[in-house]
């Protein structure tokens, strides 16, 4: 196609009196250079501005008509050159369409036979090859690739390289969850999110410090609970044990059910014997005060049989003037 000629005529655009219309707005600049308006002239103020935004949208009306008869010529030719490349970009699309679909078609027989090479370097690695399917466009260039389609060998080596890095990397991830889980079994703790920790990037030695750093926080709360549960039930043990000395105290008698040791005891802690004071002296011996006998403990043990009732003892010391409590009721050990 033959090159078009295309000839302007550089346009002139004439102003009458342009020295005059300079003139007076140079002589209306230099009446207004210092003036500042004020509250007693603000009418004739505004009335001024008016005037002035008058003069100047009357220039620039002007400028706005003149443009547009001088564009036309340039709109006109860039229409028509739109026109005249329509059928040529029309054409240039097709043949457009036509190539893409030709490299395309080339690009999906490249990226099968980088398909074929990660499957075959995986396989013998034992990994799964979808670990590598984001890295096919990495290598899917046709400088890659020889006279035949097929991957040069400089390309094949550089995949095996991929591969026994992730190979490396897959056995050094089972190490490290294997150190994870062995900790969190000794020290009795979940494994999980510190394996999550590791999937996100976190090395091994701060999830290891983070894992007995826990563990310790652990123990510590462990050790806490047991011994607020032991001194609860201290405490309970306490009571029940001061229930039944009081429950024997008022009954005297074997509760009914008490069944787990063949023997039990009773200690009689501090049996005060009461004494009886002795008979009123002589007449002759009146003299001499009255003597009573100072009270002494007696410790008494009773180991009894649950299946029989407990010899009515209360009704002796009551009858006999013993003063008696029972302090501890227990198993024989």
């Known amino acids: 196609m033959n090159e078009i000629t295309v000839t302007v005529q550089n346009a002139i655009i004439n102003i009458e009196e342009r020295e005059k219309v300079e003139q007076q707005a140079n002589e209306i600049a230099k009446k207004f250079k210092n003036y500042l308006p004020s509250a007693d002239t603000l009418p004739a103020d505004r009335a001024t501005r008016a005037e002035l935004r008058k003069v100047t949208k009357g220039l620039d009306d002007k400028r706005k008509e003149i443009k547009k008869d001088f564009d036309k010529p340039l709109?006109?030719?860039?229409?028509?050159?739109?026109?005249?490349?329509?059928?040529?970009?029309?054409?240039?699309?097709?043949?457009?369409?036509?190539?893409?679909?030709?490299?395309e078609n080339e690009r999906q027989i490249r990226i099968s036979v980088i398909d074929v090479a990660f499957k075959e370097k995986a396989k013998l690695a034992g990994l799964d090859y979808r670990l590598f399917v984001e890295k096919y466009d990495n290598y899917n260039k046709a400088t890659n690739f020889n006279q035949h389609k097929q991957l040069k060998k400089g390309v094949l080596d550089d995949i095996e390289t991929v591969v026994d890095y992730e190979l490396q990397k897959q056995q050094g991830r089972k190490n490290d969850i294997s150190s994870i889980s062995e900790i969190a079994l000794e020290r009795s703790l979940t494994a999980e999110p510190y394996i999550r920790e590791l999937d996100n990037g976190k090395g091994l030695n701060e999830i290891l410090q983070d894992m007995l750093r826990d563990a310790k926080a652990q123990d510590e709360a462990r050790a806490k609970r047991e011994a607020e549960q032991a001194k609860r039930d201290a405490e309970m043990a306490k009571r029940a044990s001061e229930f039944e000395a009081q429950r024997l105290q008022n009954s005297f008698n074997v509760p009914e059910d008490v069944t787990e040791q063949p023997k039990q005891a009773v200690n009689v802690v501090t049996e005060q014997i009461h004494q009886q004071s002795e008979p009123t002296l002589t007449e002759p011996e009146n003299e001499h005060k009255q003597e009573v006998k100072k009270l002494k403990g007696l410790t008494l043990e009773i180991l009894i049989d649950p299946d029989n009732p407990l010899p009515p003892f209360k009704p002796f010391l009551d009858e006999n003037g013993y003063r008696y409590k029972i302090t501890k009721y227990e198993d024989v050990k």
């Open 75 to 103: 709109s006109e030719f860039e229409a028509w050159v739109k026109k005249a490349s329509k059928p040529l970009i029309d054409t240039i699309d097709a043949i457009d369409k036509g190539i893409k679909e030709i490299e």
